[in-house]
């Protein structure tokens, strides 16, 4: 395993093991494409073409639109959009707290809807509209609920507020930030560990009635 | 997470032949199957997506409401029939899960998503549900979050859901489609009870697909509630929950139903509880005595003892609630 830098989260973890299916798969459609045509395979093995070939089997091609870009990528079926989002497209700006739909961490919104992108398959997100944190922001113009977070100390580690920040925004255009019971309700989503709670609800009140296009 | 075949057949007929091969398992919203697949509690070689079957819609039928299988939890959840003819089951959804899984989360999902017992989670621990014939870890465990009614000694697991104990109580009806035809069953008869197979969770036969979900008019909607009782205030199983409907005409109880979830291995139906209060005054005292009813047979465990107080409480507070009283 990689040494962990400070202030990074274990994701090298993520990696595949070395006895990996991948692997297995590698090496089995090698063994049958030697016991099929044994000159034509070692020539294959030669120039890589087995990796190929495994590829083709657990790769599918996926396209869909990230922050208004469209983007045609070639995924394994278990990739999460949250690793997706991270490792293949460098939109760091999902965070990955726990990875198992308990802390909201990773919120996005697809289609316009708030997900937990860490439950949420690639491959289902074919032809979908993909909005994430890096795309609330125009241009150098922050997003008024990211103003609202800076002016009201919404966070403090800030691990949590790209999450909290997406679910903010999805509370107010569903309309459930009518009062302060309501929003700690359809906020609960989000995990706060730092206990920035009051601040965040006072961040979202102040755009809702500040009657900002959100 | 082991790597599986990912496929997304064309039409229902073509999704039902798909799911016949064992090592293969239906994925919707996927809230609950990535979850158990990151961790390894199952590892299916095929997923076959239905997200785009047409069983979306919620519309009225000539005797209730059918909720198609694929109705998103949030949608059915805040849709205006949903909340005119039976607010205790958006209530009940809205008890459950966190906005974000609601937007993700199907019917159907929701009916088929496994337990949350630690011991079923952890891979390195026994348990009879994950893996038959190994023990359950949480019958001498940490046994908190567990059965009070209908275990077995292989299984005190519950079952998770809020939706399931609001469809058990409105007397819902679970419409599966399959190679061999249609059939409908009874939602109370679609969980089962441990007994000597606890990793068998529902009757729903290998081949077989959720379409929906009927609800019966009725006349609940305006005394209906759904308690939930956890250790914090949203976002979290319940400990305790208690979907309670009644039909009330001049103070007098005509009709009653009343469901139990965080207590069995099924959404918890107090049958016996609801007979003992039709003809009755809509009182506390009637509601404390069909509360009483309610938890006869019920044995606790080690660390969940608690629930035995707490159940009745509930159940009583519920109905408080849904015949305006509290």
Excluded at chain 1, 189 to 214: D, L, S, T, W
Excluded at chain 2, 250 to 275: Q, S, Y
Excluded at chain 2, 316 to 326: F, I, N, P, Q
Aim: charged fraction near 20%; charge should be positive; aromatic fraction near 6%.
């Amino acid at each position: 395993m990689k040494s962990k830098m400070p202030g990074t989260l274990p994701e090298c973890e993520m990696e595949a093991p070395e006895n990996s299916r991948r692997n297995f798969l590698k090496q089995s459609a090698l063994i049958t494409a030697v016991a099929l045509t044994p000159a034509v395979a070692t020539k294959a093995a030669d120039m890589h073409v087995d990796e190929k070939i495994a590829e083709a089997f657990e790769k599918l091609p996926i396209k869909f639109e990230v922050n208004g870009v469209q983007q045609s990528l070639s995924v394994e079926p278990r990739a999460t959009l949250l690793d997706i989002l991270r490792e293949q497209l460098d939109l760091t700006g999902t965070k990955k707290g726990c990875d198992y739909g308990q802390c909201g961490a990773c919120t996005v919104h697809v289609d316009g809807h708030r997900v937990n992108s860490c439950l949420t398959l690639g491959v289902m997100v074919n032809g979908k509209k993909v909005t994430t944190i890096e795309g609330l922001a125009k241009g150098e113009e922050l997003h008024p609920m990211q103003e609202a977070f800076l002016k009201h100390d919404g966070f403090q580690c800030g691990y949590c507020t790209p999450g909290q920040i997406m679910s903010a925004v999805a509370c107010i255009r569903e309309g459930h930030a009518n009062s302060e019971t309501e929003i700690r309700e359809f906020m609960s989503g989000n995990i706060c560990r730092c206990g920035a709670y009051p601040n965040i609800v006072n961040a979202i009140q102040e755009v809702k009635e500040g009657g900002h296009a959100v | 997470m082991k790597q599986f075949q990912y496929i997304r057949p064309a039409t229902q007929q073509n999704v039902l032949d798909a799911i016949t091969k064992p090592g293969t398992k239906i994925i919707a919203g996927g809230t609950n199957l990535v979850d158990l697949m990151k961790r390894g509690v199952t590892a299916p070689d095929k997923l076959v997506d239905i997200n785009h079957l047409p069983l979306k819609s919620i519309t009225p039928s000539k005797t209730g409401l059918l909720i198609g299988a694929l109705a998103l939890n949030s949608v059915v959840s805040e849709n205006t029939l949903v909340l005119q003819k039976q607010p205790l089951l958006s209530m009940a959804l809205k008890a459950g899960a966190s906005p974000q899984l609601r937007n993700m989360a199907t019917v159907g999902g929701n009916m088929m998503q496994r337990t949350r017992c630690s011991y079923f989670y952890d891979t390195t621990m026994p348990c009879n549900k994950r893996e038959p014939g190994t023990g359950c870890g949480a019958l001498e465990g940490y046994n908190r979050m567990h059965a009070i009614f209908g275990t077995s000694p292989q299984c005190i697991a519950v079952h998770p859901s809020d939706m399931c104990v609001g469809l058990a109580a409105l007397d819902a009806v679970v419409v599966i489609a399959g190679k061999k035809g249609d059939r409908r069953i009874p939602f109370t008869e679609f969980h089962r009870l441990p007994g000597d197979h606890p990793e068998t969770d529902n009757h729903l036969a290998p081949g077989e697909l959720i379409v929906g979900v009927e609800i019966p008019d009725n006349n609940f909607s305006q005394h209906s509630y759904y308690l939930k009782v956890r250790d914090r205030q949203s976002y979290a199983f319940a400990l305790v929950s208690v979907a309670a409907a009644l039909d009330i005409s001049g103070g007098v109880i005509r009709n009653a139903r009343l469901a139990m979830g965080g207590v069995a291995h099924k959404p918890w139906r107090l049958f016996d509880a609801e007979k003992s209060l039709i003809g009755k005054p809509a009182t506390e005292a009637s509601f404390k005595h069909a509360a009483q009813i309610a938890m006869q047979g019920a044995k606790a465990y080690e660390y969940n003892a608690f629930k035995l107080k707490m159940a009745p409480g509930t159940i009583t507070e519920a109905l408080k609630h849904a015949a305006g009283l509290a």
